[in-house]
């Protein structure tokens, strides 16, 4: 009862004043906690799932994930790993890639192992009843710190329709599968992983989390302590670096933002130089994508490129077992992209008429479906939900600003649109205008994550993060709302100067974490392989090194991975931050 509640909290006050820890940082932590879904009851003597200790096997294989886009880089991987003295294997389903197009041969790799008949659907007839399927699936959610509806949504496939940003086909890996079905492919996904990995132990997992399958044996690993990477491009998209869990954290990052935090406290006050391209190459770099889109002749080469494809899959007798599309419903969507990318292009510019002294807050959307918002932040991937909170808790005059990503790859359903439009403080900016200047004249920028709220939050600007992994949250003028009502609090709060830092200060936070975000990472040879696609032939011998070290330097030390969001939080003072903004 309350007496017992008061008595806890009492437990808890002194216990953290004895240790020197706040107790803000305590129900941080707890919240965060409860984010990631970390059930502590988990590892009860009682519980039937057994969950033994794993220790690391640091002599155990490399094992690769198939990532298509990898594949030249894989292949030069695993043959230098095994001159080098260590094991490889390869987990695939489908096709391997074809070695007469890419760097690649099976012969690279000690043991395939392809899972494609697991992905295959259970008959609706041999199914067991849906009382002992749901049972075990709870049981393996337990006793594996794995959301199963989580994993389902954050598929592509299996999840479709969960996508409420975004209007896709049904690809026939989804038309396999009703939703029992889905539950019991999630189930068999970590039985299957689970032996695999008993038998493997392997000393990392390279992979990219994309799917359900990959997101599974991520989990299943981290429960285990075995390390997984993910390979690609830095921050500044000019390096190569490893990104140390599913939520594609930098490895080091948080040792990475201390050291330069504390270099730069040193230095006199600084004024943030520009990262990357600059604000007109990327205006322009967005406009001619969309121009070279809606010519006439775009959707026409896009149309053959797909029926080549299609072509090639019959005469090989490829069989895509994951994923796929009809090609009716495939022609639809390129025929839909190009219409609609042409009427965008007809936009009159926001800027423009927006009125100078105009307070608002800016909303850049974000790709759907993507991985970035799927699997990095499933506990904010309903972009409406959020414009709604914002539309009703933006301050009395104040507007929000909606703009459309340049790089969509699916049209919105159509209430989309116009949900967003009957919001009379909600302005729609043009697909073509400049997010950063957008940025610039906002009040407070909202995002789930990506490249333009860094900006943003590096630049001095106020953000209001709807994630609680997203890079930004080391700031000291970052604030999460995971609610209504958060988010009521947190845009009051951002809306008074004088409740944030000197822009010195967010300046000074900005460029150490711009700086920390390309720590550990490495310029290549080529930098073809930061485009995230095969090549089809050699990677420089020098690159391959250089990738296969730094893996196994990071397997060496520790790599700062924040497990749970606010880790972090621990470098500024955000009693006041957070007792501010009513959170």
Not at 86 to 105: E, N
Not at 212 to 225: F, N, S, W, Y
Not at 338 to 359: A, K, S
Request: hydrophobic letters at 40%; aromatic letters at 10%.
């Amino acid at each position: 009862g309350s007496c017992r509640c008061l008595q806890l909290t009492e437990e808890v006050s002194t216990l953290c004043r004895a240790l020197g820890v706040r107790t803000r940082d305590v129900a941080l932590l707890s919240r965060a906690l409860g984010v990631c879904g970390l059930r502590l009851n988990s590892l009860r003597e009682n519980d039937e799932i057994q969950m033994t200790s794993h220790s690391v096997n640091p002599e155990g294989p490399v094992l690769f994930t198939l990532v298509s886009q990898f594949a030249d880089v894989f292949g030069g991987m695993a043959r230098e790993l095994k001159r080098g003295g260590r094991s490889v294997a390869m987990l695939y389903t489908g096709g391997l890639p074809d070695s007469s197009i890419y760097d690649f041969a099976a012969s690279d790799f000690d043991e395939l192992i392809n899972y494609e008949q697991v992905l295959k659907p259970t008959p609706r007839a041999e199914l067991p009843s849906l009382a002992v399927l749901f049972r075990e699936a709870e049981k393996l959610e337990r006793g594996y710190n794995i959301r199963m509806m989580e994993i389902i949504r954050a598929d592509r496939h299996l999840g479709q329709a969960y996508v409420t940003g975004a209007d896709m086909p049904v690809s026939h890996f989804a038309r396999r599968f009703d939703y029992t079905q889905s539950v019991d492919l999630c189930v068999r996904l970590i039985r299957y992983f689970v032996q695999l990995l008993d038998r493997l132990r392997p000393s990392v997992i390279i992979t990219a989390p994309a799917d359900a399958a990959r997101l599974i044996l991520t989990a299943i690993a981290e429960v285990r302590g075995i390390p997984t990477r993910v390979p690609g491009p830095n921050y500044s998209n000019t390096g190569f670096q490893w990104r140390v869990n599913r939520f594609f954290w930098p490895g080091g990052l948080v040792q990475a933002y201390q050291n330069e935090l504390a270099s730069l406290e040193k230095q006199p006050p600084i004024k943030l130089t520009a990262v990357g391209v600059s604000d007109s190459d990327r205006t322009e770099y967005a406009r001619l994508a969309i121009r070279d889109g809606m010519s006439f002749t775009a959707p026409m080469g896009s149309i053959y490129r797909l029926l080549k494809r299609k072509a090639g899959d019959i005469i090989k007798k490829r069989q895509r077992g994951y994923g796929g599309y009809y090609i009716g419903e495939a022609v639809t969507r390129i025929l839909s992209m190009w219409w609609i990318r042409r009427r965008l292009m007809r936009m009159r510019p926001l800027l423009v008429e927006l009125p100078g002294d105009q307070p608002y807050v800016f909303f850049p959307l974000v790709v759907e479906p993507e991985t970035t918002l799927q699997c990095e932040a499933p506990m904010s991937d309903n972009q409406l939900c959020l414009i709604d909170w914002l539309a009703k808790t933006v301050p009395p005059g104040w507007k929000v600003v909606v703009k459309e990503h340049p790089g969509f790859t699916y049209p919105r359903p159509r209430f989309f649109w116009e949900q967003i439009e009957r919001y009379p403080n909600v302005e729609i900016a043009a697909i073509y205008e400049s997010g950063e200047q957008l940025a610039q004249r906002a009040r407070v920028v909202t995002v789930i994550n990506g490249t333009l709220g860094m900006q943003a939050a590096s630049a001095g600007i106020p953000v209001l993060a709807f994630s609680p992994y997203w890079w930004g949250h080391f700031l000291p003028h970052v604030v999460y709302a995971s609610s209504y009502e958060e988010t009521a609090n947190c845009l009051r709060f951002l809306a008074e100067d004088a409740n944030l830092p000197a822009m010195e200060d967010r300046l000074r936070c900005g460029e150490a974490l711009v700086k920390a975000l390309d720590a550990n990472s490495f310029d290549l040879v080529d930098p073809r392989i930061l485009e995230e696609k095969a090549l089809g032939e050699p990677t420089p011998i020098a690159d391959i090194e250089n990738i296969v070290l730094s893996l196994l330097q990071s397997l060496d030390g520790p790599t700062g991975d924040p497990s749970i969001p606010f880790q972090h939080t621990v470098q500024h003072d955000r009693d006041t931050l957070y007792a501010g903004a009513g959170i």
